[in-house]
C-alpha cells in the first residue's frame, strides 16, 4: 500500500468513529488536508491528525505551549548542534590553538558586511517598528546589547571605531575600502583576554554568549515567512525575497525527506515548478498578502500593528502564565485579522483553523531563518577562515552556506521537527484514545438498544421505559 492510501486510510477510520460517536459527515480528502500525498512530513500529517481531531482551540494550545515551554529545549539542541559541527569543522577531535593572524596583534579577518547578512537585517533600525519584532535587548547605543545582532548593528553604526564583543572579538566597521579591504567591510580580531584561548573554547564561549531563539521573535518571523508582515514594510526587494524563499524551499525538502541519512547536491538545486513558486511567494510577501482558497479565493494579512501588539504584550509579561496568556490572545486577535475580508461564517472558521496550522508547519522553517542571521554566520566565517584561508572565508550566498553545512541542517531540523512531533503526537494519541473509548461506548450502548428492543417485542415494555433505561447505561 503506498504512502498516500495509509493516510487515507487512517483518515478515513477517524471520520468513521467520529461519525459514530458525533453523528459528524465523514471528512473530505481535500487540499484542505495537505498531507494527504506521498511525502514524509510527520509534522504536516500530524497537524492535520490534531485538525481532524480535535480543532482549532487544541491547535491553539499546540503553538502556544511551543512557544512557551519548548524554545529553551529549541535553543539547547541548537547550541548543541553548533557547537559539535563547529568543533568537526575546525580540529577533528583536537583543540588547537588559533593562528597568529586572527589575535589581537594580527591582521584578522576582513569581510564584507553583505557576506554574513544573507536577510539584510543590518538594513534594518533595531528601534524601528520593525526593528523591534526581529532584534532582541535593543538598548540605546546598540553596542552594549546582549544581542549580537543587535550589537553588530551598533558596530556599523559608528564607522571606524573598535568595539569588543564580551572580550573575545573586537570588531570594526569601515565605510571606505583600502588597500585590499572592500567598501563596507569588517575587521574581526581576537580580544587580547581570549588571544591564547583554543578556538574551539571561543567558539562555546560565542556561542553561549547570545541566545539564538526567542518564542516572540519566531512567531514574528512565521508571520513574516506566511504573510510578509515585515518584509512589506521594509519594503523588501523581490530579489532579496526570492532569496529568502529558496531558503524556505530547501528546508521543505529536508523536512520532507527527514528519514534519509544522506543529503545529495538535489536538495540545493530548484525545478521550474519550485522556482515558480518562490516568485509568487516572494511578490505575495512584498505586498504584505497571502491568498487563501475557501468557497472564493481571498487575500488574508497580517499586519505588523498585530505582530507590534503581540511583542510588547509578549515583552512586558513577567511570569510564564502571563506570557501563555499574550500568546493565546494575541494569536486569536490575529487570526481573526486574516478573516476580515470574508462574511461567511463557514470560511471564516476554515480559515482560523488553517491560520494555525500553517503556524505549525512553518515553524522549523522560522527557526532556520533566524539561525542564519549574522549572529551564526559571523562564527562560521572565522572557522571557515581558519580551515580553508584567511581570505578564503565567504560563502555565494545563503544556498552556499546550508550546502557547505548540509549535515548541520539535517540535524538541526531532526531536532526541532522531534520536539514539534512529540507536542502534537500527545494530543492525537490523547483524542485518539478519547474516540476510541467513546466509540466502543456507542457500539454497546447500540447493542444494548437492540437487545431490549428485541426483548420489548416479546414482553410488551412501553418503547419509552427502554428509552429511559439505555440513557442511563
Known amino acids: 500500500m503506498s504512502l498516500i492510501d495509509k493516510k487515507k486510510k487512517v483518515f478515513g477510520k477517524i471520520a468513521a468513529a467520529r461519525t459514530l460517536t458525533e453523528g ?4 473530505k480528502l481535500t487540499s484542505s488536508m495537505p498531507s494527504i500525498n506521498n511525502r514524509t512530513n510527520s509534522i504536516e500529517f500530524l497537524s492535520d491528525l490534531t485538525k481532524s481531531l480535535v480543532g482549532y482551540e487544541a491547535l491553539v494550545s499546540n503553538v502556544v505551549d511551543t512557544i512557551t515551554y519548548s524554545m529553551d529545549k529549541i535553543e539547547n539542541e541548537l547550541k548543541k548542534a553548533l557547537k559539535d559541527e ?10 588547537p590553538s588559533s593562528p597568529s593572524w586572527l589575535k589581537s596583534n594580527g591582521n584578522g579577518i576582513i569581510i564584507e558586511v553583505r557576506k554574513l547578512d544573507f536577510f539584510e537585517v543590518l538594513k534594518i533600525d533595531p528601534a524601528s517598528q ?10 540605546p547605543n546598540y553596542t552594549n546589547s546582549t544581542d549580537f545582532n543587535t550589537f553588530l548593528y551598533g558596530v556599523i553604526q559608528n564607522d571606524g571605531t573598535t568595539y569588543t564583543w564580551q572580550n573575545l572579538y573586537d570588531i570594526t566597521f569601515n565605510s571606505l575600502g583600502s588597500g585590499n579591504r572592500p567598501n563596507n567591510a569588517l575587521t574581526i580580531k581576537l580580544n587580547q583576554a581570549s588571544d591564547n584561548k583554543p578556538i574551539t573554547e571561543v567558539n562555546n564561549s560565542f556561542i553561549d554568549s547570545s541566545n539564538i531563539v526567542k518564542g516572540d521573535i519566531v512567531l514574528n518571523q512565521t508571520m513574516d515567512i506566511l504573510y510578509g508582515s515585515i518584509s512589506s514594510n521594509v519594503s523588501k526587494s523581490i530579489k532579496q525575497l526570492e532569496r529568502e524563499e529558496k531558503i524556505n524551499s530547501i528546508v521543505d525538502k529536508l523536512i520532507n525527506n527527514e528519514y534519509e541519512n544522506v543529503i545529495s547536491d538535489d536538495y540545493f538545486v530548484f525545478s521550474n515548478d519550485e522556482i515558480n513558486q518562490q516568485q509568487s511567494a516572494s511578490t505575495n510577501r512584498r505586498k504584505g498578502i497571502r491568498y487563501i482558497q475557501t468557497s472564493n479565493q481571498e487575500q488574508a494579512s497580517v499586519s505588523i500593528d498585530a505582530l507590534t501588539t503581540f511583542s510588547q504584550e509578549y515583552s512586558g509579561a513577567t511570569s510564564t502564565e502571563q506570557r501563555k496568556n499574550a500568546i493565546t490572545v494575541n494569536l486569536n486577535r490575529m487570526a481573526d485579522e486574516t478573516t476580515i475580508n470574508n462574511t461567511n461564517e463557514t470560511d471564516k472558521q476554515t480559515i482560523k483553523l488553517n491560520f494555525i496550522q500553517l503556524i505549525i508547519n512553518t515553524l522549523i522553517k522560522s527557526i532556520v531563518n533566524i539561525f542564519l542571521t549574522p549572529k551564526n554566520i559571523f562564527l562560521f566565517i572565522i572557522n571557515f577562515s581558519i580551515i580553508y584561508g584567511q581570505t578564503n572565508n565567504s560563502f555565494n550566498d545563503s544556498v552556499d552556506f546550508m550546502k557547505k553545512n548540509k549535515n548541520l541542517f539535517s540535524v538541526i531540523i531532526k531536532k526541532i521537527s522531534g520536539i514539534i512531533i512529540g507536542l502534537l503526537l500527545a494530543l492525537v494519541l490523547k483524542r485518539i484514545s478519547q ?14 438498544t437492540l437487545k431490549l428492543a428485541q426483548l420489548q417485542s416479546l414482553v410488551g415494555i412501553p418503547i419509552s421505559k427502554i428509552k429511559n433505561l439505555i440513557d442511563t447505561l
Not at 563547529?86 to 583543540?95: D, E, M, Y
Not at 520593525?130 to 538598548?139: E, F, K, N, Q, W
Request: some cysteine; hydrophobic content about 40%; proline content about 3%.
Open 24 to 27: 459528524l459527515p465523514k471528512l
Open 86 to 95: 563547529l568543533k568537526s569543522i575546525v580540529n577533528c577531535g583536537t583543540n
Open 130 to 139: 520593525a526593528g523591534r519584532l526581529i532584534y532582541t535587548d535593543v538598548t
Open 435 to 448: 474516540l476510541v473509548a467513546e466509540s466502543i461506548a456507542k457500539k454497546q450502548k447500540e447493542k444494548a
